[in-house]
């Protein structure tokens, strides 16, 4: 493109030197050419020293037509960078170059040529080169501040692909805790009865044995379907939460497998879904580390609330009448208890009572929080 725009300029020099003496002498033919072929070489490192390939080529500009081209284009370069006092150093040389390739090639002027139309060609000429240099640099710090918010935005994506898994995976670890650590207790604390008490009746025996083995089905059933629901369709309705009607048959259950648990309740109302669901956990929990913890002591399962209030949970259990061999605990329940219930809004209390058993108490508002809300919403 410089060679292009240069070309027109020297050919008009060549002509009038031509028309002036008839003889333009060997500079235009050789010495010019090999000037502007020098100019254009060194362009191409206008991009690592624009302002000093610029003025370079300004400066040789002087005694060579065909180096206009390369010029205008340092020119344009510098004037992507949009930095004033570049672009004034540059411009202000271009014109003096201007000014002094009339000594260098002295053509035929009208005598009422004025000075500042000399000046103001190519001032003006420059001042073309500056503006579609700017539009360039203006144009590439657009695509620049594109690209950047396009990564940005790949980079929040990630992020947020990356906290949504973690989120995943800790309420995937909560449930499978939730299902099977309740399950395996009461296998263990009916093992350990097998393991230390001799003196038990042939059908006392059947017993705690169908009992574990139906507990251990039980966990693999349960296992299944969390195992399912991770298996599952995207799209595909998770199902149905246990809530407060199904603690009945958790101390049901637990009463089964050999736990001395009872139940007392005077709620009168069915709370919504997230305060329920919290509160069956909160039990389930606390028969599971009663029977890790106090195997054979007797667990009192309390529950009262109204709409309106609050929903209030005791889980107590004695002291353990005998010790025997326990699991190794993961340390991760009531810590999986308290974050349930400070998403519900509420509070978890815990303590070792007198004699030598453990109280864990929980006050829950009747209303759903706002992680509850925004979940039922979503």
């Known amino acids: ?33 090999l000037v502007a072929v020098g100019c254009l070489t060194v362009l191409r490192w206008r991009r690592r020293w624009p302002l000093a390939v610029a003025l370079t080529v300004t400066v040789a500009s002087t005694v060579s037509a065909l180096a206009t081209g390369a010029a205008l284009l340092a020119l344009c370069s510098v004037a992507t960078r949009r930095r004033p006092a570049e672009l004034v150093a540059v411009v202000l040389a271009y014109v003096t170059a201007s000014q002094l390739a009339v000594w260098i090639y002295p053509v035929p002027s009208s005598p009422d040529a004025l000075w500042w139309v000399q000046i103001a060609v190519p001032a003006l000429t420059a001042g ?48 499978m805790h939730d299902v099977l650590a309740h399950r395996i207790s009461l296998v263990a604390m009916q093992a350990g009865v097998l393991d230390h008490r001799g003196d038990l009746a042939a059908e006392e025996n059947r017993v705690l044995v169908r009992g574990i083995a139906e507990g251990a089905h039980q966990a693999l059933e349960e296992l299944r379907e969390v195992l399912g629901v991770l298996r599952a369709d995207p799209g595909r309705p998770e199902p149905p939460q246990p809530s407060l009607d199904r603690v009945p048959d958790l101390v049901a259950d637990a009463r089964a497998s050999g736990l001395d648990v ?91 009572t007198p004699d030598g058993g453990y109280l864990l108490t929980a006050r829950l508002p009747w209303r759903d929080g706002p992680a509850h809300r925004h979940e039922r919403g979503a």
Request: hydrophobic content about 40%.
């Open 1 to 33: 493109m410089a060679a292009v725009v240069s070309l027109p300029v020297w050919l008009s020099t060549l002509a009038l030197l031509r028309s002036r003496s008839g003889d333009p002498g060997p500079w235009i033919l050789v010495g010019d050419p």
């Open 262 to 352: 009872s139940l007392t309740s005077t709620v009168t109302a069915a709370p919504p879904d997230g305060v329920g669901r919290t509160c069956y956990r909160i039990v389930q929990e606390a028969l599971t580390n009663a029977a890790k913890h106090a195997p054979g002591a007797a667990v009192r399962v309390t529950l009262g609330g109204a709409e309106g209030g609050n929903l209030d949970i005791g889980v107590r259990n004695g002291p353990a009448p005998v010790r025997t061999a326990r699991p190794p605990a993961s340390g991760f329940g009531l810590l999986g208890l308290g974050e349930r219930v400070t998403v519900a809004g509420g509070e978890l209390g815990h303590r070792p």
């Open 128 to 175: 073309i080169a500056v503006a579609a240099g700017m539009a360039v640099g203006a144009r590439r710090a657009e695509v620049r501040s594109l690209r950047e918010r396009a990564e940005s935005a790949e980079r929040e994506q990630s992020a947020r692909a990356a906290q949504a898994r973690a989120l995943e995976r800790n309420r995937i670890a909560r449930e």
